[in-house]
């Protein structure tokens, strides 16, 4: 079973950074796509950015051009820096991997618990 621990989250002015962390750990044989998402306060969980198993990535057009993400595959960890925050920012922000856990498992969409990010004007 692969598990993935969200970490970096929290309370920023308007403008500021933060780096968020998603660490995968258990029994992880192999992890293709990274993606992250979040959910804001009333609102459905939107997507935010993806990677590709061969780095590529992707944005949300609300967040291009201040967000990246990036992976460290010896770390088995995903990031995304958050730069030039805004407070329509603010959500519980996820981060969802496929990956195996074993040689023989199929191919599963595992999910993070989540960290607050929290913008103010």
């Known amino acids: 079973q692969v598990h993935l621990v969200e970490s970096g989250g929290g309370l920023v002015q308007a403008g500021g950074s933060l780096r968020l962390s998603c660490a995968a750990s258990?029994?992880?044989?192999?992890?293709?796509?990274m993606d992250w998402y979040r959910q804001a306060p009333g609102k459905q969980r939107e997507w935010v950015a993806a990677?590709?198993?061969?780095?590529?990535?992707n944005y949300a057009d609300s967040v291009k051009g201040r967000f990246t993400i990036s992976r460290d595959n010896a770390k088995k960890t995903g990031y995304l820096q958050m730069n030039s925050l805004i407070v329509d920012d603010t959500a519980v922000y996820y981060c969802?991997?496929?990956?195996?856990?074993?040689?023989?498992?199929?191919?599963?969409?595992?999910w993070g618990q989540g960290t607050q990010v929290t913008v103010s004007s």
């Open positions: 969802a991997v496929d990956a195996k856990a074993y040689r023989a498992d199929p191919i599963t969409t595992y």
């Open positions: 258990g029994s992880v044989f192999s992890i293709n796509a």
């Open positions: 990677l590709s198993r061969d780095g590529s990535p």
